[in-house]
């Protein structure tokens, strides 16, 4: 065999083969390189997003349930169509929350909604489901679906204590709070 002829053809595919290696490689790394960037700003979107959430809850020794529209997210929404099925109405005939359509809940806003106890032996009795529409400031547009049942007694109740020891109410006070907040 003659190598005299072969080095010459390996000089010359030498180059192109590194290129082609080298073309290859930046064309893979170009893509992944775009395909993370394109995953952290949907993180980044996601984590900045607006969170609403509609949810009721009882106070302990009282016999009104509140009903709360609360934004848990980072930035501002803007409430959009709020409908409950079956229809909940508030005490003059309206609709719950839908005089709030277009107006704006701040990062942890909430506005609350508590029906007199004439309304809670009905409530009681039926499950809703809740459907929140909203928008964040370059308007996209999330959708919420809650499921609301005011006869499931699921909130952590407190009892008051009137006794002689307060070093001991304030202790079971702390526990208390400790639980609910856990």
């Known amino acids: 065999m003659n190598y005299d002829n072969i080095i010459p053809i390996i000089q010359i595919l030498t180059p192109i083969i590194a290129i082609t290696i080298s073309t290859i490689s930046l064309v893979v790394s170009s893509r992944i390189g775009a395909r993370a960037a394109r995953l952290t700003r949907e993180i980044a979107e996601e984590r900045e997003r607006p969170y609403v959430a509609i949810y009721y809850h ?7 349930k509140t009903l709360i529209i609360k934004n848990f997210g980072r930035t501002g929404a803007h409430l959009g169509e709020i409908t409950f099925e079956p229809n909940l109405l508030d005490y003059q005939g309206d609709p719950i929350f839908a005089k709030l359509q277009g107006n704006f809940l701040a990062p942890s806003q909430s506005i609350s909604y508590s029906f007199k106890s004439s ?4 409530l009681e009795q039926k499950e809703y489901k ?3 529409i909203y928008y964040n400031s370059k308007n996209k547009i999330f959708t919420e679906t809650f499921k609301i049942n005011f006869g499931s007694d699921v909130e952590l109740r407190s009892t008051y204590r009137t006794s002689d020891n307060p070093e001991a109410d304030i202790s079971q006070t702390l526990q208390d709070i400790y639980h609910k907040i856990i």
Not at 58 to 64: A, I, R, S, V
Not at 119 to 122: A, D, G, R, S, V
Request: glycine share 0%.
């Open 130 to 132: 809740v459907k929140a």
């Open 58 to 64: 009882t106070l302990p020794n009282y016999d009104y």
């Open 119 to 122: 309304f809670i032996q009905e």
